[in-house]
């Protein structure tokens, strides 16, 4: 069911468990502001999510509340988690769904990386260009 970006953040959403490790989750980096770990039903053979250690609900809760470091640390930990992955020559994707239209379902902020085949029109049922 997707959310409404702008509700405040919930502390027991299954993001904030898997940063407490509280659940597993099959972690592939972390450090001070983000941690990474492989979605639990993958759409492409890589998908990995990247999430701020942060409380932030929504791409747009993080670019308004958050601190400029973190905010580059978590663009910086994108970025390093797509090249130790292999991904920056075969190319990658990367989303943030908001909100109900963008069809987010876990309230704190994450970004898909998808990878590893040609991933296809930007949208489902957008024309092939
Ligand atoms: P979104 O629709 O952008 O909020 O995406 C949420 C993503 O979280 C989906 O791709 C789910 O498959 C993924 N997901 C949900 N629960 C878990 C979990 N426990 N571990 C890893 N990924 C999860």
Same mark, same amino acid.
């Given at each position: 069911?997707?959310?409404? !970006?702008?509700?405040?953040?919930?502390?027991?959403?299954?993001?904030?468990?898997?940063?407490?490790?509280?659940?597993?989750?099959? $972690?592939?980096?972390?450090?001070?502001?983000?941690?990474?770990?492989?979605?639990?039903?993958?759409?492409?053979?890589?998908?990995? @999510?990247?999430?701020?250690?942060?409380?932030?609900?929504?791409?747009?809760?993080?670019?308004?509340?958050?601190?400029?470091?973190?905010?580059?640390?978590?663009? $910086?930990?994108?970025?390093?988690?797509?090249?130790?992955?292999?991904?920056?020559?075969?190319?990658? $994707?990367?989303?943030?769904?908001?909100?109900?239209?963008?069809?987010?379902?876990?309230?704190?902020?994450?970004?898909?990386?998808?990878?590893?085949?040609?991933?296809?029109?930007? @949208?489902?049922?957008?024309? !092939?260009?």
């Amino acid at each position: 069911m997707p959310i409404d !970006a702008t509700e405040p953040y919930d502390d027991q959403n299954i993001f904030a468990k898997i940063l407490r490790d509280e659940i597993p989750s099959r $972690r592939v980096y972390e450090d001070a502001y983000a941690i990474a770990f492989h979605d639990i039903a993958p759409v492409a053979p890589t998908h990995i @999510l990247v999430i701020p250690r942060g409380a932030y609900v929504s791409w747009d809760d993080f670019s308004a509340r958050a601190s400029d470091v973190e905010i580059a640390g978590f663009v $910086r930990a994108v970025g390093t988690v797509a090249r130790a992955a292999g991904l920056v020559v075969p190319g990658y $994707r990367l989303l943030a769904n908001a909100g109900p239209h963008g069809g987010q379902e876990v309230p704190h902020l994450h970004v898909h990386l998808f990878a590893g085949q040609p991933l296809g029109p930007m @949208l489902a049922g957008a024309p !092939a260009a």
